[in-house]
């Protein structure tokens, strides 16, 4: 009886009405499931129709040096666009609008923004204590506007989801272009500056969640580490290059790799102790994740031992030998896949935020490849094959986080489509992305949100305006910057207000079964 309870309970968790088996339907998402859409600060701030530059464009971090510098432009390598800043839509201005377009056209609940921490310390902290020193050099009418917005939020019902560190860093924390030429001898030199850097973003996260934490509960502390350290240190591509854009520093990656795992435990901790305001009433005044790009490997030849060892190999050294640090505590410094632990970095994750992308296609040899990295580099960095195109691999990515960390709660903090004006391979990538979550949380994954990267074209990196991810278009010569709906915003609000895919959409969008 009480079995039967328990079951009628779980489906019943369900909004939708079940299939003919009693199992929850296709589709179908908890009753709570928190919809949302992401932007990043460095990425939609600028370029705003009216408000003065001064206010609007922030010249203070190394990813603005990395995409204006004419001589990084330049040269071959960096793969950066030149796209002026100016394109951007505007999000520091326009920011009340985009709130009504994500509460009142689409019907969210969240919205994930990240705090740019040269906006609030446009000077260096290094020397001051305490939070009276920091406000002396606090830019107190950033730290107001960030106020305003994340009021502007709570207003019309979106919970902020606030990330402290998406990929920038202030100036006088990295110097992106004395780095890239000689990173040696650059200063001040960003995450190499380990014992500098993990005590400077603790305070400024610390300073954050003092000012902000009566209107902020869920922080995020780092974004996509792994992503800073593959296409800063390790292998800049087309696909990402990161200030300082250097290839095959395998002593950095593992400084970096380990300063990073720290400075998340030292964020946490500061967020937890100066957190105190309890925003939205539910008894506690702060969760703190950390957001990862979980990829999900693939053997090139499933038949082939090395090729199943070297995806192995991949998911350790891309996925899993930092997640074990920032969640478990077991830091392995010299990536060798043997983990010291440290209790002074265990225990510090409420929850997970998973972007998901794509899944890689790996191809083994039978010695290292990049020994110099790591003994189990045994894959092939050059033949690798990103496949953007794996809708199921957003389900693997969430078991593959369950099935080691298990009582780990979990939200999908970003996924989206890169080509946008492609509309019907937009509608075809949320539909079946969405169908894989949903699969998987009725496989038993404790997956609590999905948030659609992105609420709006935004400026996309190394490749400025040449991707588009947005529900919205912006045309980034508009000088009012419109938002434009595209149609698979109102797809995405038709699921949301359902809280299940309809079935028109899954009939027109939806291929295959269970199986890849
Ligand atoms: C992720 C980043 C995000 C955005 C998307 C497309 O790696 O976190 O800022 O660029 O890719």
């Known amino acids: 009886m009480a079995l039967i309870l328990l079951l009628a309970m779980a489906v019943s968790l ?9 199992a929850p339907p296709e589709g179908a998402f908890p009753a709570d499931f928190l919809w949302g859409a992401a932007v990043a600060g460095f990425q939609v701030d600028m370029g705003c129709p009216t408000l003065d530059a001064s206010q609007c464009l922030d010249t203070g971090s190394d990813w603005y040096v990395w995409v204006t510098d004419p001589q990084l432009i330049a040269e071959d390598g960096n793969h950066l666009s030149g796209d002026p800043l100016s394109y951007s839509p505007g999000h520091w201005e326009l920011y009340e609008t985009d709130y009504d377009l994500a ?91 380990r014992e500098t850097i993990v005590r400077e973003i603790a305070k400024y996260a610390g300073f954050v969640a003092a000012e902000l934490g009566d209107v902020v509960d869920q922080w995020i502390t780092q974004n996509e580490p792994f992503a800073v350290i593959l296409g800063g240190y390790l292998l800049p591509s087309e696909d990402r290059t990161n200030p300082p854009g250097v290839a095959m520093a395998f002593e950095e990656v593992r400084q970096v790799a380990t300063a990073m795992i720290e400075a998340h435990a030292r964020m946490y901790d500061a967020v937890w102790a100066a957190d105190v305001g309890d925003a939205d009433g539910d008894g506690e005044a702060a969760q703190v994740g950390l957001v990862f790009s979980v990829v999900p490997t693939q ?54 935020g998973v972007n998901y992308y794509s899944v890689v296609v790996v191809e083994g040899r039978s010695y290292a490849v990049l020994p110099d990295l790591s003994e189990l580099a045994t894959f092939d960095p050059f033949t690798f094959r990103l496949d953007w195109d794996a809708p199921s691999g957003i ?44 699969r998987a949380i009725q496989d038993g994954v404790d997956c609590r949100g999905y ?15 040449a991707m588009r991810f947005g529900l919205y278009g912006v045309d980034p010569l508009d000088p009012a910057k419109e938002r434009t709906v595209r149609p698979i915003a109102q797809d995405y609000a038709r699921i949301v207000a359902g809280n299940r895919i309809p079935a028109d959409l899954r009939e027109a969008y939806q291929s295959g079964g269970r199986s890849r």
């Open 14 to 22: 369900f909004t939708a009405c079940s299939d003919d088996d009693g």
């Open 103 to 193: 509460a009142g056209n689409l019907g969210l609940k969240a919205f994930r923004t990240s705090i740019e921490w040269s906006r609030i310390f446009p000077e260096s902290t290094v020397g001051l204590e305490g939070h009276d020193e920091l406000t002396a050099v606090a830019n107190m009418d950033a730290v107001a506007h960030y106020r305003a917005m994340f009021e502007a939020m709570r207003a019309r019902g979106l919970e902020p989801y606030v990330t402290l560190h998406h990929y920038t860093l202030p100036r006088w924390m990295h110097d992106a272009v004395g780095c890239h030429l000689d990173l040696d001898g650059c200063s001040p030199r960003g995450w190499l500056d």
């Open 299 to 352: 053997p090139m030849d499933p038949a082939k031992e090395l090729d199943v060892l070297a995806a192995e190999n991949v998911l350790y050294l891309y996925n899993l030998a930092f997640l074990n640090g920032v969640i478990l505590g077991d830091l392995d410094e010299d990536l060798d896949g043997v983990a010291e632990h440290r209790e002074d970095l265990a225990g510090r994750m409420d929850w997970l």
């Open 395 to 438: 389900y693997e990515a969430l078991v593959l986080v369950r099935d080691r960390y298990p009582d780990l709660p979990m939200i999908i903090t970003e996924n989206g489509f890169g080509d946008a004006e492609d509309t019907e391979g937009a509608r075809k990538f949320l539909v079946e992305h969405l169908t894989w979550v949903s």
């Open 451 to 465: 948030f659609y990267w992105s609420l709006m074209d935004n400026y996309e990196w190394n490749h400025g305006f």
